[in-house]
């Protein structure tokens, strides 16, 4: 490993960590005082550092992924190299010596091209931009939905990305955006070098080649009447932010049409109107014995802490919503299902940091808690479905604290629903990307076809809202995962919605819900 000194960023700090956890590595070295390239772009700009501190300071990034942390602790065991005259002849020949299958990079810019001669399958860095750009600076100020960032292999032969994750773009905030990009690259290293040591190396750089090159991302007018434009624009669009919550609050209501598939007329669809004091989100039709019921989550907004609601749909129409789970920490997602004649929940209590399963005791009003499936997680709108002999678990999971819950969807499976030991699966995350990794509903089922319904969690900046996209499942092992993107559905299908999150239809019901902005001071 190659660090900036003793004291490093959180992120790297992380970084170090979880390596020296896992079983299939071993750290023999840590290089320091590599020297970074004389010339900066905007870091050098008193203009944009002080803009940075000060943003940073409105903002307060938790945990802070750029806070220096002591690594003292970790590299105690290992040998330490002095960089600080590289390349000398005779640290190279030093480094050759300990015959080196990796060297992570872990500094703010790009490793020198020869260190990647001194380790078999080259040095791993995260690709940080062009001219030493900080990562999710080019993002927030020209409003791209997405930011990524890239973890690169420099080997002898070529530079070569093997894991491209893609994150929400926040909308305001320079420092939030990098501070959540480098809380996800934190598990990228462990993960890529797992699957190293279990494919082998041609297979596995094979298997990435499809990523291309590293990415190279303009650097645009970063001096002067540029930068200042720049800055004042992201300053702007801030305090439009904070003045826009001021009169307007995000209020979610429940959709609902009778047929078989998505309606063509969007006023075909009937709206379930929740008090003004409260929104209705994440709808799940069940039909029983001949009657339809929609399960949902409600939140007042006094509170701010969600609990599950039912509500029976009649002929005539909606009948009276009933609670049915409470409990003292955010209830959400109620993801039901029924199993040899029982009905089953599992709901979202990320909240709890754990995955629970309830049981109907009398459907639909009276639900019992059955079982844990996983503990000590942060888990978000899981679904389950059962398929050629085996129960998948689809979850999104914050892998690292700091992170994101919407961008990475990982999977599991077991042979029993009822179990508290579900098996990873070796693929994991199945995807990374914050336009379709979390769930907005259960597992579609259309003849011998598999679509999973997946929520798009990217900034928009006003130019189309956020949908919902069906992920056909192409691939469906215990080694092996694909899905390709088969269909979507916009927000301007339903009028004045803002966006969608859930999707769900069962038996001749369709559910979805939208965001639709209401004024902020409505009596509550």
């Not at 000060?54 to 590299?75: Q, T, Y």
């Not at 004042?232 to 598939?261: D, H, M, N």
């Not at 009028?495 to 239809?505: D, G, M, Q």
Request: charged share 20%; net charge neutral.
């Amino acid at each position: 490993m190659i660090l900036p000194a003793h004291k490093a960023p959180a992120w790297a700090f992380k970084i170090m960590e979880s390596l020296q956890e896992q079983d299939e590595v071993t750290l023999v070295g840590v290089g320091l005082d590599f020297h970074a390239p004389k010339k900066r772009t905007h870091g050098s700009s008193l203009i944009y550092r002080t803009y940075e501190k000060l943003e940073k300071r409105l903002s307060r990034p938790l945990p802070d992924a750029f806070a220096e942390v002591d690594c003292s602790s970790l590299i105690s065991k290992a040998l330490l190299v002095d960089t600080q005259n590289w390349p000398a002849t005779s640290w190279s020949e030093h480094l050759d010596r300990l015959a080196l299958d990796v060297i992570v990079w872990l500094k703010d810019y790009a490793p020198p091209p020869q260190l990647s001669t001194h380790a078999s399958n080259g040095v791993w860095f995260l690709e940080m931009g062009n001219g030493n750009v900080k990562p999710g600076f080019w993002e927030v100020v020209e409003k791209q939905a997405t930011s990524h960032i890239e973890l690169v292999v420099d080997r002898t032969e070529k530079s070569q990305v093997i894991y491209r994750s893609k994150s929400g773009t926040n909308a305001v905030s320079v420092s939030q955006n990098r501070n959540n990009l480098m809380w996800q690259s934190c598990s990228l290293f462990g993960r890529m070098l797992k699957g190293l040591q279990r494919q082998g190396p041609q297979a596995f750089f094979n298997q990435h080649d499809y990523l291309g090159n590293p990415g190279r991302h303009s650097q645009g007018n970063l001096r002067g009447v540029g930068l200042l434009a720049s800055l004042a624009s992201l300053a702007l669009r801030r305090t439009q932010g904070k003045l826009g919550r001021l009169v307007l609050r995000e209020r979610w209501r429940i959709y609902f049409s009778r047929g078989p598939g998505f309606p063509s007329e969007a006023n075909s669809f009937q709206v379930l109107e929740s008090p003004s004091d409260r929104f209705w989100a994440d709808p799940f039709p069940v039909k029983h014995l001949n009657q339809h019921y929609i399960f949902f989550e409600e939140l007042r907004f006094k509170d701010n802490m969600g609990y599950l609601m039912v509500i029976p749909i009649n002929e005539d129409g909606p009948g009276e919503a009933r609670e049915i789970i409470r409990q003292p920490y955010h209830l959400s997602f109620p993801f039901i299902f029924s199993h040899q004649g029982r009905f089953f929940m599992i709901p979202e209590s990320r909240q709890d940091k754990t995955l629970q399963l309830w049981e109907a005791s009398s459907f639909p009003y009276e639900w019992r808690f059955s079982q844990y499936l996983m503990r000590d997680v942060e888990v978000v709108d899981t679904t389950v479905h059962y398929h050629q002999g085996r129960w998948w678990l689809f979850t999104c999971m914050v892998s690292v604290a700091g992170g994101s819950s919407s961008e990475e969807l990982y999977l599991f499976s077991s042979n029993s629903l009822e179990s508290a030991n579900w098996t990873p699966h070796p693929a994991n995350p199945v995807v990374s990307d914050v336009c379709s990794a979390r769930n907005a509903g259960r597992i579609i089922q259309d003849g011998g076809q598999l679509f999973r319904p997946s929520q798009d969690c990217s900034q928009h900046f006003g130019k189309g809202g956020q949908g919902v996209s069906f992920q056909e499942i192409v691939t469906l092992t215990p080694t092996e995962y694909k899905e390709v993107e088969a269909g979507c559905l916009k927000p301007d299908s339903l009028p004045l919605v803002k966006r969608i999150h859930s999707y769900n239809c069962c038996e001749g019901l369709v559910v979805v819900d939208g965001l639709i902005p209401s004024p902020a001071w409505r009596k509550l």
